[in-house]
């Protein structure tokens, strides 16, 4: 990796930060060498405020903790870096700088994961996702179970509609089941990723 040129304009280099898991672009801006060094030692993202100067943190998910520094990324040129970054925390579904919802792809369903840790942890009285976890891995593998089923039946009887909906309420409990497990979607999209052959 090559090392990062601040002789340049005000000695500021470019910096994207891109979500680690959805490779989703989070902010634009700018860095110096001490946050640079920050980044590389505390692991936090720190940006540069091109107006007062100050390295400011750049925070994220429901929380506005800090994002986490997985990896820097430096262009060969060493006039650019990458961010790459964890929210620490859930995420709220927002692309902090496209400033829109993640709505319409397959990103949601990392949020919607991260939704559910949160229910998880939070565990709040009458949701039907808290009542899951409260009744164990039995259940829950029990609902991964019929929604199967249906999802099944409105494959060879269904409506494309209906198959939808049941197929949505599979890959919810599918989730939910993830979670008790320990285990991200992203690692299945991984392992499919191991699988796959051009």
Same mark, same amino acid.
């Given at each position: 990796?090559?090392? =990062?040129?601040?002789?340049?304009?005000? !000695?500021?280099?470019?910096?994207?930060?891109?979500?680690?898991?959805?490779?989703?672009?989070?902010?634009?801006?700018? *860095? /110096?060498?001490?946050?640079? /060094?920050?980044?590389?030692?505390?692991?936090?993202?720190? #940006?540069?405020?091109? $107006?007062?100067?100050? #390295?400011?943190?750049?925070?994220?998910?429901?929380?506005?903790?800090?994002?986490?520094?997985?990896?820097?990324?430096?262009?060969? &040129?060493?006039?650019?870096?990458?961010?790459?970054?964890?929210?620490? !925390? &859930?995420?709220?579904?927002?692309? @902090?700088? =496209?400033?829109?919802?993640?709505?319409?792809?397959? &990103?949601?369903? &990392?949020? =919607?994961? /991260?939704?559910?840790?949160?229910?998880?942890?939070?565990?709040?009285?009458?949701?039907?996702?808290?009542?899951?976890? @409260?009744?164990?891995?039995?259940? *829950? @593998?029990?609902?991964?179970?019929?929604?199967?089923?249906?999802?099944?039946?409105?494959?060879?009887?269904?409506?494309?509609?209906?198959?939808?909906?049941?197929?949505?309420?599979?890959?919810?409990?599918?989730?939910?089941?993830?979670?008790?497990?320990?285990?991200?979607?992203?690692?299945?999209?991984?392992? #499919?990723?191991?699988? $796959?052959?051009?």
């Amino acid at each position: 990796m090559a090392d =990062l040129n601040f002789a340049g304009a005000h !000695g500021w280099v470019q910096a994207v930060v891109q979500d680690v898991r959805t490779n989703k672009i989070l902010r634009i801006g700018y *860095i /110096d060498k001490a946050a640079y /060094d920050w980044m590389q030692e505390k692991k936090q993202v720190m #940006l540069l405020d091109v $107006h007062t100067r100050q #390295l400011v943190p750049v925070v994220g998910g429901e929380y506005e903790k800090p994002l986490a520094v997985e990896a820097l990324v430096v262009n060969e &040129s060493g006039d650019a870096v990458v961010i790459k970054a964890l929210p620490d !925390g &859930s995420t709220t579904g927002a692309d @902090t700088f =496209l400033g829109d919802k993640n709505a319409v792809d397959l &990103s949601f369903l &990392s949020y =919607l994961q /991260d939704f559910i840790e949160k229910r998880r942890r939070e565990m709040p009285e009458g949701s039907y996702t808290t009542k899951l976890f @409260t009744k164990g891995i039995n259940k *829950i @593998t029990q609902k991964v179970g019929e929604e199967a089923v249906e999802t099944i039946i409105e494959a060879t009887n269904g409506t494309k509609d209906q198959f939808i909906y049941e197929a949505s309420d599979l890959i919810y409990h599918l989730i939910v089941l993830l979670t008790q497990m320990g285990v991200r979607i992203e690692d299945l999209a991984r392992e #499919l990723k191991a699988r $796959h052959k051009e």
